[in-house]
């Protein structure tokens, strides 16, 4: 299952998804790093926090007009279920046409042509989802590469987390520890098509 949520005044969307766990027990004292662990629970004080959250869930979804489909399981005593947010970023596009090799697209990550996966009538606005590996920074100039600003960096693990901007645009974009050949404050950023979801434009 996924929920999505963006808070108010923020530019990123959240995604939540569900894990079903098969041994809650041997997560919690085998993988000090998980973030269930990081949460300082026993494995009996977390099920019955997600047994009071997980109704709590479904009741806000469907007062939201969200239809829940599929169900979660336990095994033995403990609830087997967490979920993870995740970052995710939020980008106005409008649809130019809608033809046999995708949907072709005007944003500001220019000109793009991606599945098609949403609402998607020609002349129509929509939302452009894309997870932060959904792009890949550049040091020189292509034809498919738009320019953009790193305005911070941090580290991740294996992963350089970098905030960039391209106008008014703030986007989060990942890349893998060493991908990037040079860090430069002016970049040059191109998107895999495969990786877009298309969504329905904000209600204005």
Not at 24 to 34: A, C, F, R, W
Not at 95 to 123: I, K, M, Q, Y
Request: charged letters at 20%; aromatic letters at 4%; one cysteine or more.
């Amino acid at each position: 299952m996924t929920v999505l949520a963006r808070a108010p005044g923020a530019t990123a969307l959240y995604a939540g998804g569900m894990e079903v766990m098969d041994d809650l027990d041997s997560v919690l004292k085998g993988q000090p790093h998980h973030p269930l662990t990081r949460l300082g629970l026993d494995s009996v004080r977390l099920s019955t926090e997600l047994d009071t959250v997980i109704p709590a869930l479904l009741l806000a979804l469907e007062k939201d007009g969200l239809k829940f489909q599929g169900a979660w399981r336990t095994r033995g005593l403990y609830a087997v279920i967490h979920g993870i947010a995740r970052p995710a970023n939020l980008v106005p596009a409008t649809v130019r046409v809608v033809a046999e090799d995708g949907v072709h697209l005007e944003s500001p990550l220019g000109p793009l042509t991606v599945p098609r996966n949403g609402p998607c009538g020609e002349g129509q606005a929509v939302t452009l989802l894309l997870r932060p590996t959904a792009f890949s920074l550049w040091v020189r100039a292509d034809v498919d590469r738009v320019p953009v600003t790193v305005r911070s960096t941090s580290f991740l693990g294996g992963v350089q987390r970098h905030h960039v901007e391209i106008g008014e645009l703030r986007l989060v974009v990942d890349q893998p520890l060493g991908g990037v050949e040079e860090l430069r404050s002016q970049m040059w950023l191109t998107v895999d098509p495969a990786a877009v979801y298309l969504l329905p434009a904000p209600a204005s």
